[in-house]
């Protein structure tokens, strides 16, 4: 007939009950005890006349030990450790010591979170062990849980990523790891490496040798002073400081880049080499020169087409070779097969946009075929061209040879590497598609090879 109840406690070791709760419930949870540790518990009942006596002994019931768990451990950078560990049901904090080889133990963070950052763990080839405890403050005093069992990293060098994808606040996504800045300069790039307090760049010289380009505490660098049309490889690696000491990552991987082609410029060979040597290229396709569609627009043969793209490209202060490759790389070596007919003579797609758009026609006039095609077809690519190349909009003809100019295209791609719009710092260019400009190069090469 009890009508209410009485919740007595007491800790082992102790000689006198604790009341703890008047209840009219058959239940109670006590959330004030410590982890492994044994509590007796009695209870009194009271009939609405008095409170009836209670089990002296009580009954006794230890606690479980919060004993942690830590899940993972890794490095994860130059001198940095990563670990986590399950929670504790019950503790709001935590202790985490470590113990570096040959050292003691030490408290190297007291935090609520699950997960630790050791920014200190700097000695490469030194281990670094870990355990960690939860607790929980009881009346101004800190109660303990045992610890964990210990987890132990060796710390290793750890080399710099290289992307061709790398990231950078100044330089658009889709730059390669190294990238022509200028005819004499090259952009290296590299991701940040956690932990690491700079970074030094080495290329390779001719006799297989490294040397020291640039210490630099920033994710990128231009290399000056460089040869045109060279190519050149880099390698990085990140350090850090210890106790007056520098602590090095391994090397990067080996990666390549090359100082920027021009598209405006003087043509590599004479003009009768060249045109032999752009006819060479184009036969090395396997293709046949469609001679009964560009008789009647004023390229009855091979030779004379090379030739037209020659004098075009020259007299606008194009490298021919550049304007070819073009040609070749946009209509599949005068094949076509996309939106553009082979009579429009649009070599370069102009005003195609997709979607079945045809572009511009340079072949007819007066809805006849003109004899003029090809060379017009020609003169509007290497006109829309000099746009990007362009530095001078007073050296650009606005005579109605390129349908689609525009002064805000000027300069936009001085580089042949820059065409491509993924590889543009500016965010602009001729094509979308990745490497363009690197495919007309390879073209190029290939051509007077």
Known sequence: GATKYR???????ETKWTRLKTTKSLAYTDASVDASSTYNYTVKGYNGKKWSSCNKPGTAITTDDEKLSIASIEQSGLGVISLNWNASDSSASYEVKRKAQGGTWETVATQTETAYVDQNAAQVGKKYSYHV?????????????????????????????????????????????ASPASETSILVQWKELAGADGYRIYQKKEDGKWKTVKTVQ????????????STYTYRVRAYRKVDGTTVWGSYSTEFSGNTAHTILGEPALEREEMVEKMAAYYNSSGKTYPASTYASYGAEDLETFCGIVYDVSVENGLRPEVVFAQ????????????????????????????????????????????????QKGITAQVRHLKLYAESDIDNIPNDGSDPRYSSHLLGAAPYVEWLGIPDNPNGTGWAAANDYGYVLIAACNKMLS
């Open 327 to 374: 040609v070749c790389v946009e209509t599949g070596f005068l094949s076509f097969g996309g939106d553009v007919p082979a009579n429009y003579c649009n070599f370069a797609g102009i005003g195609a946009t997709g979607g079945g758009v045809k572009g511009y026609n340079f072949g007819t006039k007066d809805g006849k075929a003109d004899k003029n095609g090809v």
């Open 7 to 13: 919740v007595y406690r007491m800790a082992s070791g």
């Open 133 to 177: 405890r939860a607790y929980r403050n009881r009346d101004g005093e800190d109660v303990y849980g045992s610890f964990s069992a210990t987890k132990t990293k060796k710390m290793k060098k750890m080399p710099v990523q290289i992307s061709s994808n790398v990231l950078s606040s100044t330089v658009k996504e889709g730059m390669n790891a």
């Open 218 to 229: 920033e994710t990128k660098y231009t290399h000056l002073g460089l040869q045109q049309l």
